[in-house]
């Protein structure tokens, strides 16, 4: 039997804003406006919408040093205020050697060499300009958090694309099962970028206007910056944890950037975690889904919920409000799910609704999309979110009450 691990309440923000309550808000009570916004600043002066993160980050601690100051890191720093309190608590309970760190990114601090970079494109030598390493090795935002908290266990990153902040709470709960340590700070971190914004627009999967999962009209995806960020222990007790109750995940490597039409990944990745949490299909009353827009992804994914959980459970899309927020997604779409499990946070029960223009493609299988009337079934609360990535990477997770 797996030992149980559980997931503090989580630090969130996005362009949603901050903190966990406001985003369960605005997902159960979206707004006549999006959150995202329309720029033209990162495709050659072609116009998208971007889940930008609009307010202030936290300043860095003034002796950080150089090596670890990164818009990336900056924003998991800025996420982290919100449980601050819980990381002392595990370092008190636990001790700084027992709390290991394990974080997800697709862009870590890449963005801090651009300059280096327009410098050398207009006539600069190699040898002339700074070249930040430190900043941009994907290692960066853990060894960034063990170093800004002290934490003397084991610190890496997961970078699977898509699914990295999903497979770092999956990675962070095998340590503990493990016993090689006692709490792990979680969860993942993205912030906008140009080089993984042009290499959607090269796929041609950005939308011309706001995502539109599951649509006869969708035209792909909205990029947007998040952080998510848990610390997961092996004690009930501890900081009001939920359940992480099961995981799965799988590899299909149908393709580098495509998902495999039939699903069978995604199957795979579902039956696993099903499997793993001691649960049925039919025991499972909400899936957030990774539903990005995309021709491709939301015909694969329509399949494989339809066959592992028929066409009623209901399930959302929340990308919607945030923008596909890449190697954050994975976590910051599991803070959703907790937060919709918490009798706390969501005391009524009600689902988010399914944010697009309601146009069913008739060529999807039927899944059970939400409305403004869902809530969740009687009973226990039990929900999944999944995962999908280039390159074959599938994850699920199921967390409950």
């Known amino acids: 039997m797996n030992t149980p691990v559980y997931l503090s309440p989580p630090a969130v923000t996005s362009a949603l804003g901050d903190g966990l309550a406001g985003h369960i808000d605005a997902l159960l009570n979206p707004a006549a406006g999006s959150p995202l916004t329309f720029s033209d600043r990162w495709v050659n002066g072609k116009t998208y919408a971007f889940g930008a993160v609009q307010h202030g980050l936290r300043p860095f601690p003034q002796d950080l040093p ?22 002392e608590a595990a370092k008190a309970r636990f001790g700084a050697g027992r709390v290991a760190v394990v974080l997800g990114t697709s862009t870590s601090g890449v963005d801090e060499n651009i300059e280096m970079f327009r410098q050398v494109s207009q006539g600069a030598a190699w040898q002339e300009v700074t070249f930040k390493q430190a900043q941009q090795r994907m290692d960066a935002p853990a060894e960034f958090v063990a170093e800004v908290y002290g934490l003397k266990n084991l610190n890496y990153v997961v970078s ?30 993205d912030t906008l970028s140009p080089l993984t914004i042009n290499g959607f627009a090269s796929l041609e999967v950005l939308s011309d206007g706001l995502a539109n999962p ?37 590899s299909d490597a149908y393709h580098m950037s495509s998902p495999r039409p039939d699903g069978l990944g995604a199957v795979q990745a579902f039956q696993t975690a099903l499997t793993h949490a001691g649960v049925r299909a039919v025991d499972i009353g909400w899936i957030n889904l990774h539903g990005t827009g995309t021709q491709h992804n939301d015909s694969m994914e329509s399949i494989a919920v339809n066959e592992v959980f028929g066409s ?5 899309s929340t990308k919607p409000l945030t923008g596909h927020t890449l190697g954050a997604a994975g976590a910051i779409e599991a803070a959703f799910l907790w937060g919709m499990v918490s009798r706390e946070y969501n005391p009524e029960g009600r689902l988010p609704p399914q944010l697009w223009d309601g146009t069913a493609d008739e060529a999807l299988l039927r899944i059970g999309l939400t409305g403004r009337e869902s809530r969740w079934p009687h009973g226990r609360r039990i929900g999944a979110s999944s995962s999908f990535a280039f390159g074959g990477s599938n994850a699920v997770v199921i967390i409950s009450e």
């Open 160 to 189: 699977t694309a898509c699914t990295s902040g999903a497979r770092a709470l999956i990675s962070a709960a095998r340590l503990l099962r493990a016993g090689l340590c006692d709490a792990v700070v979680c969860g993942g971190a």
């Open 214 to 250: 599951f649509s006869a009209n969708r035209d792909g995806i909205n990029i947007g910056e998040a952080a998510a960020v848990f610390v997961m222990t092996r004690e009930a007790g501890f900081s009001n944890g939920l359940p992480l109750l099961g995981y799965g995940a799988s």
């Open 66 to 87: 150089a090596l670890f100051c990164s818009r990336n890191n900056q924003l998991l720093w800025h996420a982290l205020a919100q449980i601050e309190p819980q990381i």
């Open 312 to 316: 009623t459970t209901p399930c959302t």
